[in-house]
């Protein structure tokens, strides 16, 4: 099963390459007798439309059926991250900075793990302004999750 995914991935990653598309996330998942590939892709600059969708999954579709890599029937579901995207830390920050975030931390800051505000930097630690608290400092290391919160 890993080889399989290894040989999706290098093709789903050079059809997003094409594409100028990011991916976030490749999943293949097993139901009784089936595989579905799941793929969340990205845009660096613009969000994620459905036309990008069908085009993503058309051309990753021919690229499989030249290398077939996954034998037996499979299907493709392809997304975008959608409103409540994650947020990879610390990849992706600095193109949400000013959006409103939640975030989920390992450990207590100012006694709650749990924070929704405005991100307000990129950098370690990250800051996220509240109207509660202020603004509240989180080390990146106790980061667990980081979603827009739109």
């Known amino acids: 099963m890993e080889m399989i995914e290894q040989k999706v991935a290098a093709l789903a990653s050079s059809t997003a390459e094409s594409m100028n598309l990011d991916i976030l996330e490749i999943r293949l998942v097993s139901f009784s007798k089936r595989l579905e590939l799941r793929i969340t892709l990205d845009h660096p600059q613009n969000p994620i439309s459905i036309s990008d969708c069908t085009e993503f999954?058309?051309?990753?579709?021919?690229?499989?059926?030249?290398?077939?890599?996954?034998?037996g029937p499979y299907t493709i579901?392809?997304?975008?991250?959608?409103?409540?995207?994650?947020?990879?830390?610390?990849?992706?920050?600095?193109?949400?900075?000013?959006?409103?975030?939640?975030?989920?931390?390992?450990?207590?800051?100012?006694?709650?793990?749990?924070?929704?505000?405005?991100?307000k930097n990129s950098s370690d630690p990250l800051c996220i302004g509240t109207d509660e608290a202020g603004e509240v400092q989180a080390p990146f290391r106790i980061i667990k999750q980081l979603n827009l919160h739109e």
Request: net charge positive.
């Open 57 to 71: 999954s058309r051309k990753l579709s021919r690229a499989l059926d030249l290398e077939d890599p996954i034998s």
């Open 77 to 119: 579901e392809v997304s975008s991250p959608g409103f409540r995207r994650i947020i990879r830390v610390p990849d992706d920050l600095a193109r949400f900075v000013n959006r409103r975030v939640k975030v989920r931390l390992t450990e207590p800051v100012q006694d709650r793990q749990v924070w929704l505000g405005i991100l």
